[in-house]
């Protein structure tokens, strides 16, 4: 991203209110967590801060083009801060300012055709206060750590319902994924007789499939279209053909399905500084 861009995104970051205090809400429910990856005392590669991902939705009206992308990309910037704001609460800290802005095209979805619901993702960056902005030299402990929530809609047969469900699930993982990071990497500066420094990132390590350069695919962002997560699906119906003996479309099928993910995984990167033990 360049340095004009970057600054355009940051004074629209500050325009939309994301740059003062945003209120999060952490659902309650059943999540697990787990250290995963392998905890080991090296150098991140990512940068100094909180980066997390948020995303958002609107209805395209039949107003003026854009004006729901321009709501979409509001919604997914104070997502991706509540979201940086759970993190930070979980190990301890806080957030300062915005320090970069990364708008990231959503995955493809099941439905290729025009959506009537516009959908954003942005990957926001956030200072840490009191954290180490240039470790240097110094010794650096990195971790991950994961979360899992099971996805409990109130009903399987509604977008909305899965859609719901699908955000308090992403919700509940995104503290529990950030403690299990800080747990894990604790244990990693203990085996290798380090005591923990400043922290110097918290980042999103994102699942197979789910983001590859600027785009990115989050399960709660649907399945068959923005914000859907049901459709209509036709299926052949075959026949063999006497005269062949092969299969043959005789006709297709028309019919309404549901589908999403069983649970929701989040998995966190953190990278302190650290001290001899």
């Avoid at 997390?52 to 979409?72: L, S």
């Avoid at 009903?155 to 299990?180: D, G």
């Avoid at 399960?219 to 299926?235: I, Y």
């Amino acid at each position: 991203m360049t340095r004009s861009s970057g600054q355009k995104l940051l004074a629209a970051a500050a325009t939309l209110g994301v740059l003062g205090g945003i209120g999060y809400t952490v659902a309650s429910g059943p999540a697990v967590a787990v250290a995963s990856g392998f905890p080991a005392v090296a150098e991140s590669e990512a940068e100094p801060g909180i980066s997390i991902t948020g995303i958002g939705f609107a209805r395209n009206g039949p107003g003026a083009p854009g004006a729901a992308r321009a709501v979409a990309v509001s919604r997914a910037l104070r997502d991706a801060g509540r979201r940086a704001r759970a993190v930070a609460e979980a190990i301890g800290v806080e957030v300062g300012p915005i320090e970069e802005v990364e708008l990231r095209e959503p995955g493809q979805f099941a439905d290729h055709r025009p959506s009537a619901i516009a959908a954003a993702v942005a990957t926001v960056r956030l200072a840490i206060v009191g954290g180490a902005t240039d470790p240097g030299s110094s010794r650096a402990v990195q971790a991950y750590g994961s979360a899992f929530a099971p996805v409990r809609a109130g009903s399987e047969r509604r977008s909305r319902a899965i859609k719901l469900a699908m955000l308090a699930a992403r919700r509940r993982v995104t503290p529990e994924a950030a403690r299990a990071a800080r747990a894990n990497a604790a244990a990693a500066a203990r085996s290798a007789g380090l005591a923990l420094g400043g922290l110097v990132s918290v980042s999103e390590a994102p699942a197979p499939f789910y983001g590859y350069g600027s785009s990115f695919y989050d399960p709660a962002l649907g399945q068959v279209g923005p914000g859907q997560f049901c459709g209509f699906f036709s299926r052949p119906v075959f026949r063999q053909d006497p005269r062949t003996g092969l299969p043959q479309v005789v006709r297709r099928v028309r019919s309404r399905r549901c589908a999403h993910e069983a649970t929701y995984s989040l998995h966190l990167e953190i990278a302190y500084t650290a001290g001899v033990g």
